[in-house]
């Protein structure tokens, strides 16, 4: 669903030298779309008051992928 190409790589675990050349090869990391609704739809639920707004929301998971 999700092209490897849609976001640019993180190499998280590469280890480089003084002189910026890599010593230890790392892993690609990419970031993977928002997908998890839950905010929008608590949200979404019930018309709010400007008096409520903003709203502090926590959901939790992980939105990486690698």
């Given at each position: 669903?999700?092209?490897d190409t849609?976001?640019?790589p993180m190499l998280a675990d590469e280890e480089t030298d003084a002189e910026g050349n890599v010593t230890?090869?790392?892993q690609e990391y990419y970031?993977?779309?928002m997908n998890?609704?839950?905010h929008n739809l608590i949200f979404r639920s019930r018309g709010r008051s400007y008096?409520?707004?903003p709203l502090r929301l926590?959901?939790?998971g992980h939105d990486?992928?690698?």
């Open positions: 669903y999700y092209a849609m976001f640019p230890k090869a790392g970031l993977k779309a998890c609704p839950m008096r409520e707004l926590v959901e939790m990486y992928r690698y």
